[in-house]
């Protein structure tokens, strides 16, 4: 698979090539479209968000609201396994259900999960998924296009425009995503 960037600015152009290589878009849609095929047509990407102000965790320390994540990134992109994944039953959105070995790796306190994430798995087994990182790919094709994933490129790199006020002007505009 070969990922093309085009923009006419070119510091744009290096700054989302940067972004691109950072979070290993190859293997990440590689990722996706094996889950696709898996489950036959559906598969969830979390954006693991990186934020100085609030480590992550979508709440400002400071007011106890939600952050803006201004000037924030993601710090990696992975596909859930989609069995993990259900329905909310008391909000809008999906749950994670904590699978054996994740529960385990929670147990023993695994640096790699995060404290309060690790508190919800070792308390309930139920991770709640923020909709503002959670991206839901689902169609009634029957195989995951290069369109696709095209569009889901493009849709990562305008939230991470707008984390880091890229968009203030609404003069900026992403690059053209083709993947051949």
Known sequence: MKITLKHPDPDVLSHFEQVMHWLDFETVLDEIKAEYLRTGGKAFVHLDVLCDLCNGTATDPDTQKTC???????????????????????AEGFVLLAHEELRH?????????????????????????????????????DSMT?????????????????????IKSGNLTIPKVTIE
């Not at 803006?68 to 039953?89: A, E, L, T, Y």
């Not at 404290?115 to 991770?127: A, C, F, K, L, S």
Request: glycine share 4%; with cysteine.
């Open 105 to 141: 790796q929670a147990q023993e306190g695994d640096p790699s999960i995060p404290e309060d994430v690790r508190d919800m798995i070792n308390r309930t087994g139920i991770v709640p998924l923020s909709n503002r990182t959670l991206v839901t790919i689902d169609s009634i094709a």
């Open 68 to 90: 803006n994540h201004s000037d924030g990134s993601f710090q990696r992109i992975f596909v859930f396994n989609s069995d993990w994944i259900v329905p909310s039953k008391d």
């Open 146 to 166: 290069n369109l696709m994933c095209e569009e889901f490129v493009e849709h990562v790199f305008s939230l991470i425009a707008q984390m880091q006020g890229l």
